[in-house]
């Protein structure tokens, strides 16, 4: 044992070192997480350390409590600033509003301003498994279960694995206790209110008085930022972890279970928030299983939540297929529900229909339950985005979704999606791991800040939290003419980075054609044979003799009619259709000619070429993000420029896989050539359908095994 | 034993199936290879099997005596044709004249013209071993020695070693006796009247009578297609297989035992041409191990062939570091030997002073050694040009080479080269294996194809022989407008391929930047502790914080003064020194504005520009190389289409490594970006650098090795 321990004190004096300053540790703050136990403190410590200019005053000023919990107001006059707000934790946001403004360059002189959040919860999921690995996660293990007593493999004699020891997969030795100080000042920082610590693929155990326990701690570390504690349960916990023989919600002993469960949870953890529910999704139990509807299972679980003012967000990610068009399930399932639910339940829906993909229509069931209260899940984690490999900003994809929301429905999405403001939501799977830069690399910090802000006000531009997170981030302590032109060269990248990826992954509506698993690389050709076919990427892309694309349109499965009248008309018809949804709603010939934007121009081609040349854009901008960064070399720090640049190039050459995967895959189909203008394949097609990437759901891919297979 | 040969008959009868008419196998030919044992007889069969038109006329005309050996004249008068030469070997090359005029659609109903050889040896070298490996060979096994004893590891008991019959690399079951008249009749219809079937690293095994016997039977296979043979020796035999002390050129033991072994030899091949020697080269002994010079030990080896009209091919390539400039080794080496050699021996010379890079400038000696015979030596295996995985059409690199001698001494080479026309010969390292397309892939053979046409007529142009070539061998029976289309394409991929890889290998003057041992990849950065200087690339780049390139200028090495004056003046100054040889005799500083061409455009640049121009280009031209093969799909047989695809998107994907590793290494002196219009870099310097292909100089690379590291 004696060994196991000195190999773990060398292992923390190497680890402690190198995460410095310059690792990305510091996300996008200056200065400490201040350990305050009360919200007014920690706002002071903050302006303390950050904040240049006048003493600021601080006051909680109850006329301001017409406004949503947490708004405030900032006056500054003459380099002094008071901030106002109903609440304590709005004098917290309005401090870390004040240092933003000032460490972005903006009037801190004399100013005044209102700030009001575009919704009431603001949470992150995080799909961390008990065992401290994550699903879908590109950024090392938890920082929330790492200490459970089954994150590290133990002998019958108590002694740690000694892999485990020797690969902590680059987990740097903070005390778990500082580490959750920072995430709760980060989120914080840019007003994110809630979390939930463990997957929705959840382990009956974190109901149990163990588990419960280690909640309580992480809800006591959180709360001082006001942050409240939620927990992703399994539906079938009265069985597991209760020893029932049902989990039937109309069973009284269930009732019971969870009525009892409930209240032992607000005993440890009073502010707690509520649960996250996957039922009857990919395996997990439900209230289908006993014969009862989603709202029924919901509501059993929001009843007992109601005394103490928790809420049940009950997810819609469902498809079991009872229709051949996968996209219409969760709509099929949910709509008729609607006005089942109790208050307190809200249904979390994915921003699209089918998962997380690069760019998918906006989910049919936004708008279409008025009766219910409903909230979007969006994805942070890059599990269909290159992972941590791919620099991908994510912001232009979440306000796409919500200006299509809001053009359809005719009015923000906040409004649309719950009548009254009675309760309003914002959730995203978060990318936070225990990797020294919090999210795999410097870059994916951006999309954790986008999602905070966009909840926090869902009418900002990508471009403009761009600007603030790299000037922040990348830039802090810099305003000199080669650093503005530095950040300019970093938001070219942000900002181009989501089209490229779309381009060259699944242009023109094309979606789902990832590799098996990991949906990492393309993999347009497999076939795993008795495999659900909607886990296939031949069911989304329908590619034959005669074509290419998924005929949702009237004539098809008829996904298009579950939207309102106005908009499916213009779906319907593949030449209304939006050229970027085509291939999602149509069923496309080959040679049929389109009209659709490549890069800045507008061309009329067919099919075929149309696909070509945007694999082609993809892979060009992919270089072009290079040069993007290459210009930042000397302005921001070596070790981070190294290794964006590394990624960036493994992205140019992923790319390229991209391109010439799904080209010369669709190419047996279309049996026409590349246009001329068009790179021909440097891959072919039997090596790169042999690829088999050794990926699990659960673990951070190795960079060594994904260079290995390119 | 059973179960061996039943593997071996099925494996006979599978390998049988796969040599069909569309695998190259062909070559440039129609029909099969006659088996007549008299030279008019083998015309005669040519002609009926593949002439169309009225019945040649063949006549013996002692009157064409004047002319050298071979030469013939053909007159076609309303489509009947009379070949008329000395000898029947003229009428032989006659009939293959004939044939392909009327095969590459030339007018063959009434005309007149008169051939004559540039060189009276036209030599093929074959670096085979005794053992079948090839060295240098990517096509293969040996076509010469794949039956004897040592080929195949057997064990105790006799028994073939199963992993050898299992993977004969590709061997296709053709019986050897065949096989090698195919060899015969390929050459013969290209002019070809010399081979030496055993590698310049020689066995002393050769000569003895167990192997005499052997070479003795493919010489009577090769004779009655004007074939004579030769054989590679090792300077130390008398002392390996002849059980003497010594092999002192002095010693009379020595002399007399190469006189017995020459007679032996001229006894079993009346025709015998005589010996080809490395000596002191590379490890391999020679007379400088006695203390005699490279005349000294030559003169001895040809007075005992003189009697039998046997010659000496010796060879100049040495570089025992006597000088820090490997480029003037062999220079300071023999010419001060001019005059000392007996005329029966003629100097075979590279025609670079390095090594057959895919540009060097040509060999100082050439024009050096009045008093002495010398020939060209080139390199149609593509040992620095890429494998067979690269497509290279060598022409235009021998072209240049021929030019540039002649302008240099202000005549053409034959008669440069030799005084008074006495012997005149020209040679090259063929790429020929057991492969079923013989060189690799179909490509390939086009060099093969080309040094048999320049040997024949070193007047010819590049463009002239690709165009035969590929009428010849890819279009053969196909004269429609869609096959010249795609001949065009054909062959704008073919002369532009050298270049090409110039450029993306090794440009402006650059020289043996390639891997370790294999010569492969780039490997700029090679770097292995205790090796020769000469044999690590930064040796010949000389990168450094100033420049880069090897200063042998009159202010380094100074070899520019082996050149004659005028020509040694233009070199000397970086002014007008040819821009693709600046590199090569300069150190330039990166800053510095060079003007140089790159593709179609001349540019005023600096130097780091320059090269990250030429680099792109590179790559770019890789890319357009793809295009102009994929315009001939369908004109070309499907799988001859798919092989030629394959490698050309290696290609293509080697281009971007050589140039990642290539700018990122010499980036590391320069400290300069690439330039707006060259694409970053998408491998890592780090992860280039640990590559290591297990490809030895013996063995053909595997391409799932290939593969498997990029």
């Known amino acids: 044992m004696k060994k196991h321990l000195t190999l773990l004190t060398s292992l923390s004096l190497f680890l402690f070192n190198i995460v410095s300053a310059h690792d990305g540790s510091q996300l996008w703050l200056q200065g400490t997480a201040p350990a305050a136990t009360n919200t007014l403190g920690i706002a002071k410590a903050e302006l303390a350390q950050q904040w240049k200019g006048g003493t600021p005053v601080l006051q909680v000023n109850k006329s301001m409590k017409g406004l949503s919990a947490g708004s405030f107001s900032i006056t500054i006059q003459a380099g002094t600033p008071t901030i106002r707000s109903a609440s304590e934790v709005g004098l917290l946001y309005g401090a870390y509003h004040l240092i933003r403004l000032q460490q972005t360059g903006a009037n801190v002189r004399d100013t005044s301003l209102v700030e009001s959040p575009s919704y009431d919860i603001r949470i992150l999921n995080h799909w961390d498994n008990l065992n401290g690995t994550i699903e879908r996660g590109y950024a090392g293990r938890s920082i929330f279960w790492r200490n459970s007593a089954d994150q590290m493999r133990r002998n019958a004699d108590g002694e740690v694995n000694e892999e485990d020891l020797l690969h902590p997969k680059d987990a740097p030795e903070i005390p778990s206790v500082e580490r959750l100080r920072q995430y709760a000042r980060a989120n914080a920082s840019i007003g994110i209110n809630a979390y939930v610590p463990d997957n929705v693929n959840a382990s009956p155990k974190v109901l149990t008085t163990e588990y419960l326990l280690e909640v309580q701690k992480m809800a006591d570390i959180m709360r001082p930022y006001g942050i409240r504690t939620y927990l992703a349960i399994n539906f079938a916990s009265p069985m597991v972890i209760g020893g029932l023989s049902t989990a039937d919600p109309f069973d009284k002993n269930v009732q019971r279970w969870w009525t009892a469960k409930v209240k032992e949870i607000y005993k440890l953890i009073p502010d707690f928030g509520g649960f996250l529910v ?291 008309r213009l779906l319907d018809d593949p030449e209304t259709c939006p050229y970027e949804l085509l291939l999602w709603f149509h069923h496309v010939p080959w040679g049929k000619t389109i009209q659709h934007r490549c890069g800045d121009r507008v061309v009329r081609e067919n099919l075929w070429n149309a696909l070509c040349h945007h694999y082609q854009h993809g892979l060009d901008e992919a270089r072009a993000m290079q040069r993007d960064w290459e210009r930042c070399q000397g302005q921001v720090d070596a070790d981070t420029f190294a290794d964006i640049q590394r990624r960036l190039r493994i992205q140019a050459r992923d790319a390229q896989w991209w391109k010439d995967g799904c080209l010369l895959y669709f190419q047996t189909f279309s049996c026409l050539p590349f246009p001329d203008d068009v790179e021909p394949a440097v891959h072919d097609l039997d090596k790169l359908r042999a690829i088999k990437l050794g990926i699990t759901n659960y673990e951070c891919p190795s960079q060594e095994l994904l260079d290995s297979v390119r």
Chains 1, 2 share one sequence.
């Open 278 to 568: 996957k039922a009857n999704s990919e395996g997990q139990p439900g209230p289908n299983d006993f014969g009862r509807t989603h709202a029924e299972g919901a509501n059993m679980l929001a009843k007992a939540l109601k005394p103490f003012g928790g809420i049940v967000m009950w997810r819609a990610f469902v498809y079991s297929p009872s229709d051949p068009d996968r996209a219409k399930q969760a709509y099929l399932e949910f709509q008729p529900l609607d006005g089942q639910f109790l208050d307190n339940v809200i249904i979390q829906i994915k921003n699209g229909p089918i998962d997380f993909q690069p760019r998918e229509a906006y989910s049919a069931l936004f708008g279409a339950m008025p009766q219910t209260r409903q909230m979007a899940e969006w994805q942070i984690t890059q599990e269909y985005l290159g992972h941590s490999n791919h620099i991908a900003y994510l912001a232009p994809m979440w306000t796409e979704f919500l200006q299509q929301v809001k053009d359809v429905a005719h009015c923000p999405i906040n409004n649309a999606l719950s009548p009254a403001r009675a309760l309003t939501a914002i959730s995203a799977v978060s990318n936070v791991g225990n990797s020294p830069s919090w999210c795999g690399n410097v870059m994916a910090q951006s999309n954790w800040y986008a999602f905070g802000r966009l909840a926090w006000n869902d009418e900002l531009s990508a471009c403009q939290i761009a600007d603030e997170w790299a000037r922040l981030t990348l830039f802090p302590d810099c305003h000199d003419a080669a650093a503005t032109k530095a950040l300019a060269s970093v938001k070219s990248l942000m900002l181009r980075s989501r089209e490229t990826i779309v381009d060259y992954m699944m242009p023109l509506g094309l979606h789902h054609q990832f590799a098996w698993g990991h949906h990492y690389g393309p993999e347009p050709y497999c076939d795993i044979p008795g495999a659900r076919p909607d886990w296939m990427p031949s069911y989304y892309a329908r590619a034959d003799r005669e074509g290419l694309g998924f005929n949702r349109s009237s004539s098809g499965s008829n996904a298009t009619g579950q939207y309102p009248a106005d908009y499916a």
